[in-house]
């Protein structure tokens, strides 16, 4: 950004809160987030706990830049079409946990959870084919859980599902770029996230050859206009995806969608289905499979409901001030 707002003006505007969610994902029960009251919109600071500062500091830049400066790219649609998201729930789990999202038409299913066996994917992936029927979208996201091997004899065995994609089955841009040659003739595409999001080089995917499309998220990227300019070297289709965030979070990831030259995918940004509460008294949820590209405020009843116990609200506040001094540096 131009300038950045000084700390004690972004502290002074900080709300911490912790949202409880429906079901557990990435380990934990409940997601917390810093809200920021910005002079332009409501914005919201939540990497993940174990992230370092280093990586911490791009969610920090695009919330700073979301809350205190206009995007200079134009919207292109009002509203994004979502897919629902389906973490690893028990078999008799998947129906509820999917009519949380209304009429989705497509799902991404996580698979290759820790825990979990081939078994236990190919059972859970087939309820989803039977609840969704022969015209409903799926795809698949490992998380970068498989190797080079088990991922290529998972897809085999999981493409009689008939997959949109395959979302980062395996950790390494090499073993994407190997598995990508090796199950050529399926034509079941693959889409690099963690190799996007977590690279020192986001493009380095693209130059290898590694996926066929990126899935982006806004803060990790640092915001809206780097993740457009990601997606314009890159070259490859994107999908925008949540960081699994509050419905702050998520109008951001809906304001960068609306803004990518071709989308043609459901996005990630479905996922306030997800929570138990959320922090604004209208959110940002799917209404007949899409979402409303809209500002978003904090409600103050849900700020007061959600806040951050006083330890995990000063540990936020420290992590914020170190990603600042980074920022400033
Ligand atoms: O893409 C979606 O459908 C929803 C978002 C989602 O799946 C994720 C959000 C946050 C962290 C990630 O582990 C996960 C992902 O890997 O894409
Ligand atoms: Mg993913």
Redesign the pocket.
């Known amino acids: 950004m131009d300038a950045l707002p000084p700390l004690d003006e972004v502290l002074a505007r900080a709300y911490v809160v912790s949202v409880p969610l429906v079901t557990r994902f990435?380990g934990v029960e409940h997601r917390e987030a810093v809200l920021l009251d910005g002079p332009i919109a409501w914005s919201e600071f939540a990497p993940f706990v174990e992230y370092d500062d280093a990586e911490a500091s791009t969610w920090l830049a695009a919330a700073l830049s979301f809350g205190w400066e206009q995007s200079s790219v134009p919207r292109l649609r009002a509203s994004i079409p979502v897919?629902a998201?389906l973490p690893a729930v028990p078999l008799e789990r998947v129906a509820s946990t999917l009519a949380r999202f209304g009429e989705c038409r497509t799902v991404?299913v996580k698979v290759a959870e820790r825990g979990e066996t081939l078994a236990d994917d190919l059972a859970r992936v087939s309820e989803v084919r039977r609840l969704l029927g022969p015209e409903g979208r799926i795809r698949l996201?490992a998380?970068g859980a498989w190797n080079l091997d088990e991922a290529e004899h998972a897809i085999r065995a999981l493409e009689q599902f008939d997959l949109e994609y395959v979302?980062q089955p395996c950790a390494r841009v090499d073993e994407l770029a190997e598995l990508r040659r090796r199950i050529h003739r399926l034509g079941v595409p693959i889409a690099a996230?963690e190799s996007v999001r977590k690279a020192a080089d986001p493009l380095a995917v693209a130059r290898a050859g590694a996926a066929d499309l990126l899935?982006i998220k806004a803060a990790p990227l640092g915001g809206i206009d780097r993740a457009l300019a990601i997606v314009a070297e890159a070259g490859l289709p994107a999908v925008v995806?949540?960081?699994?965030d509050t419905s702050i979070g998520l109008a951001m990831g809906a304001e960068l969608a609306a803004r990518l030259p071709q989308l043609d995918h459901d996005c990630?940004l479905g996922?306030a289905a997800l929570l138990a509460d959320d922090v604004t008294a209208d959110p940002l949820r799917p209404v007949d499979g899409a979402i409303a590209v809209r500002p978003v405020a904090a409600d103050a009843d849900a700020l007061r409901r959600l806040v951050a116990d006083p330890a995990r609200a000063a540990w936020w506040r420290e992590r914020l001030t170190r990603c600042h001094a980074l920022l400033s540096a």
Do not use: F, I, Q
């Not at 995806?241 to 699994?244: H, V």
């Open positions: 990435r897919n998201t991404k996201d998380n979302e996230d899935v995806s949540s960081a699994l990630g996922t």
